[in-house]
């Protein structure tokens, strides 16, 4: 082992140190003799406690009855048999269904199906969009619909035949 010496000592800093200014700024404090109010506006000043809540006569007893026309559920359109086939023939035409399913009749059996179970479909639809909306847009975006898709039908992912990155590029 080898012998490092003395450690270097320590310079020791001065206690205070002095400085020669030749001016300093200050402000000289004036005394102000002035009263803001003198005595005759402070008698003058009153004060009144503020008024208590405003009485609703018997309108807290009676209570105006629910009324669907009233609601802000009046503009909604209730599901009929007319708009869900009109939805589902407008999302069967957005379908890429012709390019997998080259057999008209086995199409044709595919739509048949899909149209009778198609209202819960869009029930399915209408409950994840609203999960995480993107802004004002309720839609249904790439986490919400991998996590449907993992946790709705674990087994669909297989890792082998469908792989959740395959998932993601069909939406791109």
């Known amino acids: 082992m080898r012998d490092k010496g003395p450690a270097p000592e320590v310079e020791q800093l001065p206690e205070y140190y002095e400085l020669d200014l030749p001016e300093v700024n200050y402000i000289e404090n ?73 057999n008209e009749e086995e199409r044709e059996r595919l739509k048949t199906y899909v149209r009778s179970i198609y209202k819960w479909f869009r029930e399915m639809y209408k409950f994840t969009s609203s999960c995480d909306p993107m802004n004002d847009i309720f839609c249904i975006g790439v986490n919400v619909f991998s996590d449907l898709v993992i946790n709705g039908t674990p087994t669909l992912v297989d890792g082998k035949y469908l792989k959740l990155s395959d998932l993601d590029l069909e939406r791109i």
């Open 30 to 102: 004036i005394v102000q003799t002035r009263t803001i109010f003198d005595q005759h506006k402070i008698d003058k000043m009153n004060a009144v406690p503020r008024p208590g809540p405003k009485g609703l006569g018997n309108r807290n007893k009676v209570r105006t009855p629910w009324d669907f026309s009233l609601s802000v559920f009046a503009s909604y359109k209730p599901d009929t048999v007319r708009l869900l086939t009109d939805c589902f023939e407008k999302d069967w035409g957005n379908t890429s269904v012709a390019r997998i399913v080259k």
